[in-house]
């Protein structure tokens, strides 16, 4: 099993230009959530899905949209890139169900936004 | 909102001492305390977690102990090797909430000195 894989790894925009993010797992796990991470801020959850078609915003959604159109994957896009969005961008999923919420997180994809 | 305080954020030590990193948290509801562990330009992996319904728990030289009423957490890990170094993230979550978001701390970098 590949578990939760990113792509791409690393990117590089100018302000005002847009990308999407491919997060995938093969875990057929329900939940899923989308971080970035900043230098002394830890990890932030921007959008996460509780399951196939559903999404819903976490702590710092502004300038970010998702899908979820099937379960394996989650898109986060970016529709017009700011500098402020230049960060380590984490997925990571989790089971859902009964059991306990043990997150798997995917390699990362650094995002540079000049 | 779940808030999660992390400190020290920075702690250095030497090899074959003990490091303790201490977390606060603030909704009472909050039953489900992991801890991450994240090596330099990695993902993060969880390496010990703990429920509401326990006190403490241990895995070989990692420790965590929970103080619900005090709303405090804590990781303890002992005869530090220069492998320890990494930076650790906290986190908090409501098991039975709709989406089992994680709310991390800011993180510690631990440096275990030779």
């Known amino acids: 099993n590949a578990g939760v894989t990113q792509t791409p790894k690393f990117r590089v925009l100018k302000t005002g230009q847009s990308m999407t993010l491919l997060c995938a797992q093969d875990?057929?796990?329900?939940?899923m959530y989308w971080y970035r991470q900043d230098p002394g801020m830890g990890l932030r959850l921007i959008h996460y899905?509780?399951?196939?078609?559903?999404?819903a915003k976490g702590e710092v959604p502004d300038g970010y949209n998702v899908s979820r159109l099937k379960k394996q994957n989650f898109l986060l896009g970016l529709e017009s890139a700011a500098p402020s969005q230049t960060s380590v961008y984490f997925c990571a999923s989790s089971p859902g169900g009964s059991s306990y919420n043990e997150q798997f997180f995917g390699p990362g994809t650094r995002l540079t936004v000049l | 909102g779940e808030n999660v305080e992390q400190h020290p954020s920075t702690l250095s030590v030497q090899e074959g001492d003990s490091a303790v990193i201490k977390c606060t948290y603030s909704?009472?509801?909050?039953?489900?305390f992991p801890w991450y562990k994240q090596e330099l330009g990695k993902r993060p992996q969880l390496i010990i977690d703990?429920?509401?319904?326990?006190g403490e728990k241990k895995d070989q030289r990692i420790a965590v102990t929970l103080n619900k009423t005090a709303k405090h957490f804590s990781l303890h890990i002992t005869e530090t090797q220069p492998e320890d170094s990494a930076v650790y993230f906290c986190?908090?979550?409501?098991?039975?909430?709709?989406?089992?978001?994680?709310?991390f701390g800011s993180g510690t970098q631990l440096t275990v000195l030779p």
């Open positions: 986190a908090a979550s409501e098991i039975e909430g709709s989406a089992r978001q994680l709310t």
């Open positions: 875990m057929n796990h329900e939940y």
């Open positions: 899905s509780v399951g196939e078609g559903t999404t």
């Open positions: 909704d009472s509801a909050s039953n489900y």
């Open positions: 703990i429920r509401s319904n326990v």
